[in-house]
């Protein structure tokens, strides 16, 4: 296809393809003309997923290209791939860093807490995953709020993020191609987020309806 | 008790709690002499509510006031007192403003999926509350994304959030007043969304693991 039917199928400006294209985020074309190129597919899935890691997830050109480069040198298997597109894991290990670059802090009372929580729900997670000072941090809040509820009180709610996930990874079977189902992750991992705060806004609601009122 | 336990109770300064008393948020203390005033367990609650109104939630003192007002003029149900706090309903009844500054905008294919959405889930929610627009927005966004997801895939994941929503609600069972119960459905609510979006990155991790590595 023409640089201008894959605008129009990727929703991106030419101007801005052609700046991925001089950022070597995606592959010229393949010149069918002195000033004409033919672009294919891959270009357009590439370009997909291009878009939704600056785009959705944020990320700035030069970590775009990480990500992209880790994809395409590794072995592709579909759990890299998630963690990749999701940033759980860093597109370079981050064991390659020096030292002095990543001071050693002491764990928190409430990293050991969501360790405790990790090895009581049996999960296999990465030990860098930004996703547990996340939660280290939610519980020392909680805490600072006087707020009776510590890493037991997180199980319950935890039992339920399983089962989201796994509608999330539903929507992610049969997938054609690992750029797809990168930018696939991406998209449906981000953009529902929003949603599933509202639908428990409303369901609070809903639930406080069905208790409160006589 | 003092001003000083008021705010070492309160996590905040004395100078804070002062002017919150000046903006009329917090009644003064009982004199006890000339320059000391006496605070008790009503005053450490509501200055609690005002911390998680303004400091969680993000509300103005303006804001604020409405809020406490509202809680205060009315039959404090606590399904009130939870809508309220909330920001599910808000203070001053919308249908008192006058027409021309709510300009009437024609309904979005995506307003009527959630309303769809909605009444398959049998929910009593409120006409206006801001998370149906959250829910339509991100239907538009997926579909802009060429995502294959409408409001029926929206449904598994609103049965998990009723679930999540009765934990919500059972941490607020037994608050033995309608100001410290305000408080924590605050406090819990938005404290806990960042925890609950990171318990679902770690269970995809976990559970992309489980499905791909072999």
Known sequence: MRISEL??????????????????LLPAGRLTSPNQADYDEQHLRRLRLIRALIGVRGLSVEATRQVLGALAQQQATPH???G???GVIPPADQAATPAQEVPFQEPREQDHAVEALVRELGWQVYEGSPARAVLADTLASLQDFGVALDW??????????????????????G??????????AVVLTRLLEPALLALRRLAQESESARRHSD
């Open 84 to 86: 990749l597109a999701l």
């Open 175 to 184: 997938a054609p191609d690992p750029l797809e189902m990168a930018e696939r």
């Open 152 to 173: 037991t009180g997180l199980l319950p709610y935890a039992r339920l993020a399983e089962q989201t996930a796994r509608l999330d990874l539903d929507a992610l079977e």
């Open 7 to 24: 605008s129009r199928q990727s929703g991106l400006s030419v101007p801005t393809i052609k700046y991925y294209i001089r950022e070597e």
């Open 80 to 82: 890299l791939v998630l």
